[in-house]
């Protein structure tokens, strides 16, 4: 029967590099069901870096990335054996246990990912990553404006129009109204991103009777992001 198994086989190329996003599933309804804050929860996001750091210490990705309710991982040793099935499913039901532990709450329907595979080139790591932070401050500033909205006018007002603006017309109505994007904090704007820094760790030689400084990397969670360019990503040793 094993012939039955279709998709079993598939794989993605040797030494190659891949993406794997996670997206929440139905999150906007389970938004509604914990009775989340708006625009932005701090507690979720905390607990949605919890996920990101689980899943950075389970599968070794060399960069993770997440704003709203996805997580884009950056692999250069692929696991699995390249195998897609096996990638995407591990995954998405590990980011899923890893949520609903990590709330220690009872939820009405069990919280859910889904995954989906990118392989990608060094040459487009930057522009897929400045893709997605872009999304995040696209998303900043509609939760925001729609959250005013909604203070002012009807559900079905506001959906109506904030549809027929765009992002500077949003953004300057919330500055008339008091509300300065600037000045919110840097997750909310840019994501935030889990990746390996090194300490220095200042010890004692014996035998040479001195101090000794060695370096020792450590899982980072940064909530403070700059913009994404060649110059990061070098500098946290994801591109040469």
Request: charged residues 30%; hydrophobic residues 35%.
């Amino acid at each position: 029967m094993k012939e039955y198994e279709v998709y079993s086989s598939l794989k993605v190329p040797k030494n190659s590099k891949i993406i794997v996003r996670l997206d929440g599933r139905n999150f906007h309804q389970l938004a509604r069901d914990l009775d989340l804050i708006k625009p932005y929860d701090d507690n979720f996001y905390n607990i949605f870096s919890c996920v990101c750091e689980d899943l950075f210490k389970e599968f070794s990705p060399i960069f993770v990335y997440a704003f709203s309710d996805e997580i884009s991982m950056l692999f250069d040793n692929v696991p699995f054996n390249g195998r897609i099935e096996k990638i995407d499913s591990v995954m998405a039901s590990f980011a899923s246990s890893s949520f609903a532990i990590n709330y220690n709450t009872k939820f009405k329907k069990p919280p859910a990912f889904d995954s989906r595979v990118i392989p990608i080139s060094d040459d487009d790591i930057l522009e897929y990553f400045k893709w997605r932070q872009d999304e995040s401050w696209r998303n900043c500033v509609n939760s925001h404006g729609i959250c005013y909205l909604k203070s002012k006018y009807s559900n079905n007002v506001s959906n109506d129009k904030i549809n027929g603006m765009n992002l500077s017309d949003i953004h300057e109505l919330l500055f008339k109204n008091g509300i300065n994007l600037n000045d919110i904090d840097t997750y909310k704007k840019r994501g935030i991103a889990v990746y390996r820094k090194n300490k220095k760790v200042v010890g004692f030689n014996k035998k040479e009777n001195k101090e000794q400084i060695s370096y020792r990397s450590y899982v980072f969670t940064d909530w403070n992001l700059e913009k994404f360019s060649k110059d990061f990503f070098r500098r946290i040793g994801v591109l040469k």
